[in-house]
């Protein structure tokens, strides 16, 4: 039996496949959506909706995005919204994705004590969706740490703009 090793894949672009099927899916626009869970179960992938609708999490060094270093941006995968540029990404080996900054426009917060812990939950400012929590252990300039669930992020390169 012969062992193989797996050919690091470059990412060009990470394709929202929901967003075809998603009527309130837009980059450009802005305006707030008050959306319920029920229609958002109807338009979502059951993971998606999981993590983005109900806060659930996935699992540590799977998502797509926890060791993903090309230049572009990163959106909302429910509804489009600019969340992060790649700029602010760093290798925090947490097993998520993570930044020390996000778009003041993207994001907003709500304390979450669920699981016995207090935490800072990170929600899509346009369509309220769990995209993962913050903390105060990342790097220079914030020291914040953005650990995000890759599900809930979309990336378009620069190049692709």
């Known amino acids: ?10 990412i060009t672009h990470m394709e929202n496949i929901e967003a075809k099927n998603n009527p309130y899916y837009s980059r ?19 993971d998606l909706y999981a993590v983005a609708r109900e806060a659930a999490t996935e699992r540590a060094f799977t998502g797509k995005y926890n060791e993903f270093d090309e230049i572009g941006d990163y959106y909302c ?10 700029t602010s990404k760093f290798a925090s080996s947490c097993g998520w994705p993570s ?6 426009e993207g994001v907003y917060y709500k304390r979450d004590v669920t699981y016995g812990m207090e935490r800072v939950e990170v929600l899509c400012k346009r369509c309220d969706s769990h995209l993962g929590h913050v903390f105060d252990d990342g790097p ?5 740490r953005y650990c995000m669930n890759s599900i809930s992020l979309e990336f378009v390169p620069d190049s692709q703009k």
């Open 1 to 10: 039996m012969c062992s193989q090793t797996k050919k690091p894949v470059k």
């Open 28 to 46: 450009t626009n802005t305006t707030k959506l008050n959306i319920s869970n029920e229609e958002w179960k109807k338009i979502l992938a059951p």
């Open 77 to 86: 995968a429910v509804c489009g919204h600019h969340l992060f540029r790649s």
């Open 99 to 104: 930044f020390f900054e996000a778009d003041k």
């Open 140 to 144: 220079k300039p914030t020291g914040l």
